[in-house]
């Protein structure tokens, strides 16, 4: 077995370790979306009891659902397997994140649900994630 001593080292990205934290990253969002979809199901409107509040499961499927294809569009974006820590591509996920937000943020009411306010609140966590692995990948390029 022979070793390229003459290869210098590796990003973080463009390892098997850094395919598999953009795997775990993407999961965990998914995982995190999940939850709080199934959590604020049992909140109700302001105007509403929660005596008199049935459990959405229809609504909060429906958001598990557009969850998980912003996750299936971050992974289009980010591509762990050929990932190789591409500030393109973390800017690419943080803009889709942003620009789906404003889009959820336009037809805001006051008095929805609490799953309907969900989809902002995954999309606000996935771009502030994304953006501090992109300072991160900043620090470590002026590093090196």
């Known amino acids: 077995m022979t070793t390229n001593?003459?290869?210098?080292?590796?990003?973080?990205?463009?390892?098997?370790l850094g395919a598999s934290a953009l795997y775990g990253a993407l999961g965990a969002l998914w995982a995190y979306?999940?939850?709080?979809?199934?959590a604020s199901g049992w909140q109700p409107t302001p105007f509403r009891s929660p005596q008199?509040?049935?459990?959405?499961?229809?609504?909060?499927?429906?958001?598990?659902?557009?969850?998980?294809?912003e996750v299936?569009?971050?992974y289009a974006i980010l591509r762990p397997k050929s990932y190789a820590a591409s500030w393109r591509r973390l800017a690419g996920a943080i803009g889709a994140c942003f620009g789906l937000l404003v889009w959820e943020a336009v037809p805001v009411a006051f008095n929805r649900p609490g799953y309907a306010y969900v989809n902002a609140d995954f999309l606000a966590t996935a771009g502030f994630l994304f953006g501090g692995l992109l300072a991160i990948h900043g620090l470590w390029s002026l590093a090196s």
Do not use: R
């Not at 001593?5 to 098997?16: D, I, N, Q, Y």
């Not at 979306?33 to 199934?38: H, M």
């Open 33 to 38: 979306g999940a939850a709080i979809a199934v």
């Open 72 to 74: 299936a569009l971050l």
């Open 52 to 69: 008199a509040w049935p459990y959405p499961t229809q609504a909060v499927l429906g958001v598990i659902v557009l969850v998980s294809a």
């Open 5 to 16: 001593s003459t290869a210098g080292p590796t990003a973080l990205g463009s390892s098997a």
